[in-house]
């Protein structure tokens, strides 16, 4: 205990004092001085807004109130809470998120119990042990923002409000008197900017390593496919312009319609719905060819371990394996930008034979629900005799009968919804068109299934990549042929080929168009300088997702190699080193001779010759002493006459005040011999 | 660690570090590595540096951070690590930076009694450059004093330490130290800048000596142009004081008459050992109380120590005098 105590900072010795040290000078180890108040309550303010978005309101009007109630005391207009308020108020918060809905052990119970006991740490705060918790609560309230989304935008927020806690924690050491709010902020700035090299080379080279145990995550709050869909589900997801995911290809990017993102295989039809369950590892790797497609793809955070991928795709991240039902697949829930390499097989088609399990999984429907599609689809398949003749004469129909395609459909109510669409309604969204399809192909006893994912995007002309958005979010069917293996249909396609060849927004009606959000960029893709603002954002965006966002194990070892050719222990020992070295060293040279005063005068330079030699005799200059002053103190000691030093010191004063005495010139030569001299003599007088 | 004066805000904290130094061999070490001195500039010989408390507390926080960036493998919050991480790293060279350089001087003391405080002043003086913040002062049992040095290039800070005995006094080594600007780390010395402060005994005050008791009637006449006593009327002559004017015979007739005044004292105090009884520190203690008391008084008075000799008078220079020697006597 003691010897802890001896490394201890006043700050952190618990903070009940005797009366001795609650007054005077020695009260400042333990106040918190009032700017740092300030500084606190301005940090908090900035670091509980952005959890505006995660958090229910209630706990932000208790960080409100507490603020209020903080500033108050810091205006000295009320008291401290009683302790049986605080007791209240704690109570109630912790009530509070337990009764609000989200899962105790839910990332956002954790934020909100976090952000509470931040504002409530506020009212009670009084030592600097005190300050020193909320100021460490901040950071934590900083990163877990982090948790819930990353963007570039947050990232250059929340390192302002980093530097505002660093403020508060820079003025707890300043003394009291002098420290202002400014001097603080300005060292906090200059910190953090120093900062920034070492957290780079850290970043780069701290190794990255797959996560130690699960996590509780965020809650409903992402938007995206989900593994169970019903007619209506996809058609919601267009409401969404948020970004779903971005992709970067090597080569050439495929024309619109080729870009079907795979992302489930719904083969399980319960409820009325479709259900994506398959999980299982595919049995075999087929080997990539140079002639294949090879792309990139950043995936927005979607809570899920399903991953976005064009048809026929394997990856070689570690993370991600292939399904039996031929689609990629992350070991762990993507929680953040994550970022994989794929590549797809133009010659493998995948056939293969079907087992039975799998037969009679991918043709099960509920026999009782439909009987009019089913007996169309026993029919159609009995007229047309093969799956493919089949196909064509669903498309056929689809296109020859007026069906339409609308994002706003007619509900279908109950068990027969599908046939409530092909025979009633007609009017639909792309998962009515699949489901109905799959359903008659299952119905006449052939493999089919759903597939849900994304198709098209835009190709932002700054970058060259592809943005894929919520609203490309798009369901289409694959059966399966003996021959061909699975084959995908997209009976969308049929009703409405401008959404597979140009986008939604081409395939809407004016009346469906104008129920898209008001901002969404393909409403606004037509107005040229917004659009152009949106993909620059985009762009820088990008970038940020590719550098830093998506940094992880994989990149970090891509990233590494190319840096240091190979990676070894060792080679990162060096890297660490070297850069640490780099970053610090350059906050040394910084701090320690950034500041070196600049080309003195040399007369200034010759007096201080004199005077560090005179110190060694015993005649130390007082720093608030006049050059002219210390010479005659100095000869007064010694017992030299005005009169002998007189001319010296004139001389002395005449130059040092002059700013243009050149380095070389003879009056400084001149004086500088008698300062020499003079020298002397006084040496001589102090040995005497 | 108990029967230590915890006096000060940081008295647990400055009483075991006096313990540890307090350990011969690290006393002796550190005589080597910082020998006494009146004027020591700060180097890197002799400044340490270490986290405190709070900086560790700092590090756990890192830690968690990175045990949920991993966990959630989020590179942003990786990111906020690695800046806390950086701005510790940052902050050593910061702190130690703060101490660097300085120059530490005596620059004065001023006596005081036993058991009460003594003045020491310190001069700290800072190179050109950047300005040095929160930087603490003081002795194991005094109260640690900040300062400041931003505009100013130079400042002396007035400490005050209990003096336990009468004599030459040298408080020990004074501890340096700066927990700026984090209050992570904390950069100290200790530096020995070969103090001696004068302390007087602490006084007993008693009656004055009866032998030496002074009546009027034996008063010596000392200044007859004193204020005390009543003395003669006579004639104004210019340059008499005007308020012993006698105005009211001047109404009278037109000539000034002044009163005239003299002082008298009562006879010489001499102060000497054998006068006051009790062994010699109570005797030091109760002729320094009489010192005292006779100062108050206005009273004239000497110092008798059989080695020395202080011939009566009066006023604060000369009880200073025969104070030093109170202190000292016996012990040089």
């Known amino acids: 205990m003691a010897s802890a105590e001896a490394v201890g900072n006043p700050g952190m010795t618990p903070a009940a004092g005797t009366a001795e040290e609650a007054s005077g000078a020695i009260g400042i180890a333990h106040q918190i001085p009032r700017n740092t108040l300030a500084?606190?309550?301005?940090?908090?303010?900035?670091?509980?807004?952005?959890?505006?978005?995660?958090?229910?309101?209630?706990?932000?009007?208790?960080?409100l109130f507490c603020?209020?109630?903080?500033?108050?005391?810091?205006?000295?207009?009320?008291?401290?809470?009683?302790?049986?308020?605080?007791?209240?108020?704690?109570?109630?918060?912790?009530?509070?998120?337990?009764?609000?809905?989200?899962?105790?052990?839910?990332?956002?119970?954790?934020?909100?119990?976090?952000?509470?006991?931040?504002?409530?740490?506020?009212?009670?705060?009084?030592?600097?042990?005190?300050?020193?918790?909320?100021?460490?609560?901040?950071?934590?309230?900083i990163a877990i923002q982090f948790l819930f989304e990353q963007q570039l935008l947050l990232a250059i927020y929340q390192l302002v409000a980093f530097t505002l806690v660093t403020a508060a924690m820079v003025s707890l050491n300043q003394l009291q008197a002098t420290a202002r709010s400014w001097p603080s902020l300005k060292l906090a700035s200059l910190l953090v900017l120093q900062a920034v090299p070492l957290t780079l080379v850290m970043f780069m080279l701290f190794p990255r390593i797959a996560p130690l145990w699960t996590v509780p995550l965020p809650g409903s709050s992402v938007t995206g496919l989900s593994d169970v869909v019903k007619p209506g589900d996809i058609a919601n997801l267009t409401q969404s312009d948020e970004l779903a995911f971005r992709v970067v290809v090597d080569g050439q990017m495929p024309p619109p319609s080729h870009r079907y993102w795979r992302g489930l295989v719904f083969s399980d039809f319960e409820d009325g719905g479709w259900k994506a369950r398959e999980r299982r590892r595919a049995r075999d790797y087929p080997m990539p060819r140079s002639t294949d497609l090879r792309y990139e793809v950043l995936l927005e955070p979607t809570m899920q371990t399903w991953l976005y991928a064009l048809e026929n795709s394997t990856s070689e991240h570690s993370n991600v394996y292939l399904t039996l039902d031929g689609r990629l697949e992350s070991k762990d829930p993507i929680m953040s930008v994550f970022r994989y390499r794929a590549v797809q097989h133009q010659a493998d088609r995948r056939g293969g034979q079907l087992s039975e399990s799998e037969r009679i999984r991918e043709t099960s429907i509920d026999p009782d629900a439909n009987p009019r599609l089913q007996a169309l689809g026993k029919a159609l398949l009995a007229e047309h005799g093969s799956p493919m003749a089949m196909t064509r004469a669903i498309l056929m129909q689809i296109r020859e009968q007026p069906f339409s395609y609308t994002l706003s459909p007619p509900l279908y109510p109950g068990r027969d919804s599908f046939d409530g669409f092909w025979f009633d309604g007609r009017a639909g969204f792309c998962e009515h068109y699949a489901s109905a399809f799959v359903y008659m192909m299952r119905s006449a006893g052939i493999p089919a299934r759903l597939v849900g994912g994304y198709l098209g995007g835009e190709v932002n002309q700054v970058s060259g990549y592809l943005m894929v958005r919520q609203y490309d979010a798009h369901a289409w069917a694959e059966f399966y042929d003996p021959q061909l293996g699975w084959f995908r249909v997209d009976p969308t396609a049929a009703v409405a080929p401008e959404r597979v060849e140009q986008g939604l927004t081409a395939a809407l009606s004016s009346s469906d168009l104008a129920s898209l959000p008001l901002l969404s960029s393909a409403r606004i893709?037509?107005?040229?300088?917004?659009?152009?603002?949106?993909?620059?954002?985009?762009?820088?965006?990008?970038?940020?997702?590719?550098?830093?966002?998506?940094?992880?194990?994989?990149?970090?070892?891509?990233?590494?190699?190319?840096?240091?050719?190979?990676?070894?222990?060792?080679?990162?020992?060096?890297?660490?080193?070297?850069?640490?070295?780099?970053?610090?060293?350059?906050?040394?040279?910084?701090?320690?001779?950034?500041?070196?005063?600049?080309?003195?005068?040399?007369?200034?330079?010759?007096?201080?010759?004199?005077s560090n030699a005179l110190a060694g005799y015993g005649y130390a200059k007082e720093p608030e002493e006049s050059p002219a002053a210390f010479v005659r103190r100095v000869a007064g000691q010694v017992g030299l006459t005005e009169a002998q030093v007189g001319p010296i010191i004139a001389e002395l004063d005449t130059l040092l005040y002059n700013p243009g005495v050149a380095s070389g010139g003879r009056e400084l030569r001149a004086l500088r011999s008698q300062l020499r001299r003079l020298q002397f003599r006084l040496a001589f007088g102090a040995a005497r | 660690m108990a029967d230590l004066p915890l006096t000060g805000n940081l008295g647990s904290a400055r009483a075991s570090s006096r313990e540890i130094f307090a350990g011969k061999r690290f006393s002796r070490w550190l005589d080597r590595r910082i020998p006494p001195k009146n004027r020591i500039t700060l180097t890197q010989k002799n400044v340490f540096i270490f986290p405190t408390k709070t900086g560790f507390a700092f590090g756990v926080l890192i830690?968690?951070?990175?045990?949920?960036?991993?966990?959630?493998?989020?590179?942003?919050?990786?990111?906020?690590?690695?800046?806390?991480?950086?701005?510790?790293?940052?902050?050593?060279?910061?702190?130690?930076?703060?101490?660097?350089?300085?120059?530490?001087?005596?620059?004065?003391?001023?006596?005081?009694?036993?058991?009460?405080?003594?003045?020491?002043?310190?001069?700290?003086?800072?190179?050109?450059?950047?300005a040095r913040e929160g930087i603490q002062l003081g002795w194991p049992e005094g109260i640690m004093q900040w300062a400041e040095l931003s505009e100013l290039a130079s400042d002396v800070v007035r400490l005050y330490v209990r003096a336990p005995a009468r004599g030459y006094f040298n408080p020990g080594r004074?501890?340096?130290?700066?927990?700026?600007?984090?209050?992570?780390?904390?950069?100290?010395?200790?530096?020995?800048?070969?103090?001696?402060?004068?302390?007087?005994?602490?006084?007993?005050?008693?009656?004055?000596?009866?032998?030496?008791?002074?009546?009027?009637?034996?008063?010596?006449?000392?200044?007859?142009?004193?204020?005390?006593?009543?003395?003669?009327?006579?004639?104004?002559?210019?340059?008499?004081?005007?308020?012993?004017?006698?105005?009211?015979?001047?109404?009278?007739?037109?000539?000034?008459?002044?009163?005239?005044?003299?002082?008298?004292?009562?006879?010489?105090?001499?102060?000497?050992?054998?006068?006051?009884?009790?062994?010699?520190?109570?005797?030091?203690?109760?002729?320094?109380?009489?010192?005292?008391?006779?100062?108050?008084?206005?009273?004239?008075?000497?110092?008798?120590?059989?080695?020395?000799?202080?011939?009566?008078?009066?006023?604060?220079?000369?009880?200073?005098?025969?104070?030093?020697?109170?202190?000292?006597?016996g012990l040089r």
């Open chain 1, 39 to 63: 500084l606190l309550m301005m940090a908090q303010v900035a670091v509980i807004a952005p959890y505006l978005q995660q958090l229910s309101v209630w706990i932000i009007a208790v960080g």
């Open chain 1, 67 to 141: 603020g209020l109630w903080r500033t108050n005391v810091y205006l000295g207009r009320w008291d401290y809470p009683k302790r049986w308020l605080k007791a209240v108020l704690v109570v109630a918060c912790l009530g509070g998120v337990a009764i609000s809905g989200v899962g105790a052990f839910s990332l956002e119970a954790m934020a909100s119990l976090l952000v509470s006991m931040f504002a409530l740490k506020l009212i009670e705060m009084k030592s600097r042990r005190d300050a020193y918790v909320v100021i460490f609560l901040g950071y934590f309230a």
């Open chain 1, 525 to 610: 893709g037509d107005w040229d300088l917004a659009g152009d603002v949106l993909r620059w954002m985009d762009s820088i965006e990008h970038r940020w997702n590719l550098w830093v966002v998506g940094y992880d194990s994989n990149v970090q070892y891509r990233f590494l190699s190319d840096l240091l050719g190979e990676v070894t222990a060792a080679r990162i020992g060096v890297a660490v080193l070297i850069g640490g070295g780099i970053g610090l060293g350059l906050v040394a040279v910084v701090i320690f001779w950034g500041r070196r005063p600049a080309n003195r005068h040399p007369v200034e330079r010759a007096f201080r010759r004199f």
């Open chain 2, 63 to 130: 830690g968690l951070l990175i045990l949920g960036a991993i966990n959630y493998q989020a590179s942003l919050v990786y990111g906020v690590a690695f800046l806390l991480g950086s701005l510790f790293l940052v902050t050593i060279l910061y702190t130690f930076r703060n101490l660097a350089g300085l120059t530490l001087e005596l620059s004065g003391t001023r006596p005081g009694f036993v058991d009460e405080d003594v003045e020491i002043s310190i001069r700290i003086t800072r190179p050109k450059g950047r």
């Open chain 2, 174 to 329: 004074l501890l340096v130290e700066t927990y700026f600007p984090l209050g992570l780390l904390r950069a100290w010395t200790w530096v020995d800048l070969d103090v001696r402060a004068l302390v007087y005994p602490k006084p007993i005050f008693g009656e004055y000596p009866r032998s030496v008791s002074g009546h009027r009637d034996e008063g010596q006449l000392i200044d007859p142009l004193g204020s005390d006593d009543f003395n003669d009327i006579k004639a104004y002559r210019p340059g008499d004081p005007i308020r012993n004017i006698i105005w009211r015979s001047y109404a009278r007739s037109d000539e000034l008459m002044v009163k005239e005044y003299a002082s008298y004292v009562e006879p010489r105090l001499w102060l000497s050992l054998e006068t006051v009884e009790g062994k010699l520190e109570e005797k030091v203690s109760r002729l320094t109380g009489l010192a005292l008391k006779a100062t108050r008084e206005e009273r004239e008075f000497g110092l008798d120590l059989g080695t020395t000799r202080i011939s009566p008078s009066r006023g604060e220079s000369h009880l200073e005098q025969v104070l030093k020697e109170l202190a000292l006597h």
